[in-house]
């Protein structure tokens, strides 16, 4: 009876010691997640790109500075600033500026701080890069006088450009891939790695970015700005990504202000949509471009993924290689 009582009472405590392990190495892991998270991500760059006529160029920010390309366009042909995406650089934009400076665009493409070669101890998910964004486009200015400014950004460089509230400078700004809010953006990315149950983390990681940080979790909601912008918008995504949801696309081109456009990719995932669809991307850029820099009367694209071009709501324009041509979705969530 004895041995049957102790074993009783063994149990309990085995599972307690089993649950206090479990939990001291979800602890190591949302440490880790967060160290990993927020780490620079440091690349050399060559001088100047080929296929790009450009010079480099180093634009001081608060705390440091962020290198760059200025490439030169045609006078009054309007300039863009290109902004890449998390654990990238610079050179991820280069496709994006060849085509650009070849229609005769100015473009500065510029490594994110604790991005590339520029400075920076933390990525921020778009806090400290907003600053960067603003000091860049009044770079751009003085840079290219008189001309009219558009901003491309993808993922944490479009949250960088819509938390930097810089809207008013603008002409017009296409977002790709941006997270909503960074609850979102860190409960999709757990779910990825280890299924349903890793949203259950999510909340003492972004605890403890917060305090890695210093910027609250509602500084990190780009969604919460977006109308703000008052210019016109390309929100463009993936139909299969997984780091920010259709449905989330969804809910951040409604909440944008008017005039804007929905460029939806069938098929691709949180990936470069321009290599995903370069001759398809390519075109709907420009054709943004000329309408909304160079205030051209251009129909590419117009039709079908506008609201003020008279598409319902209910409709979206899917873009995909694999059909090589734009067809229509109905909304349907």
């Known amino acids: 009876m004895r041995l049957n009582r102790d074993a009783g009472l063994m149990l309990p405590r085995r599972l307690a010691l089993v649950g206090l392990a479990l939990a001291a190495l979800a602890g190591v892991l949302v440490l880790a997640a967060g160290e990993l998270l927020t780490n620079p991500t440091r690349a050399r760059a060559p001088a100047v790109p080929v296929g790009l006529h450009a010079e480099a160029v180093t634009i001081a920010v608060p705390g440091g500075a962020v ?9 009054g042909k309007g300039a863009v600033l290109l902004l890449h995406g998390i654990g990238a650089s610079r050179m991820q934009m280069v496709g994006r500026a060849r085509f650009l400076q070849a229609a005769g665009y100015t473009t500065l493409l510029i490594d994110l ?5 520029s400075t920076g101890d933390r990525v921020t998910f778009g806090a400290a890069e907003s600053a960067a964004v603003r000091e860049s486009l009044d770079f751009l200015r003085r840079a290219a006088p008189g001309e009219r400014l558009a901003v491309v950004g993808v993922s944490l460089g479009a949250a960088s450009l819509v938390l930097a509230g810089a809207g008013g400078a603008l002409a017009a700004v296409v977002i790709e891939s941006m997270y909503p809010t960074i609850s979102e953006a860190v409960a999709n990315r757990l779910e990825m790695h ?3 149950p890793g949203r259950l983390l999510a909340a003492p990681l972004l605890w403890q970015l917060s305090l890695r940080l210093g910027v609250s979790e509602r500084e990190l909601q780009p969604i919460r700005h977006l109308a703000a912008l008052a210019v016109p918008i390309a929100v463009a995504s993936g139909t299969h990504d997984q780091h920010t949801t259709w449905p989330e696309t969804l809910r951040l081109f409604e909440s944008a202000a008017s005039p804007k456009e929905l460029w939806a990719f069938a098929g691709a995932a949180h990936v470069d949509l ?3 669809a370069p001759e398809l991307y390519q075109q709907r850029l420009l054709a943004f471009l000329a309408r909304h820099v160079r205030e051209e009367d251009s129909q590419v694209g117009r039709e079908g993924d506008s609201e003020t071009a008279g598409a319902p709501l209910g409709e979206a324009r899917v873009d995909s290689p694999r059909w090589g041509a734009a067809i229509e979705l109905a909304r349907s969530f």
Do not use: C
Request: hydrophobic share 35%.
């Open 113 to 117: 701080p604790a991005h590339g070669e």
């Open 274 to 276: 321009h290599r995903y």
């Open 67 to 75: 290198a760059g390309w200025l490439a030169p366009g045609q006078a």
């Open 194 to 196: 280890l299924g349903r």
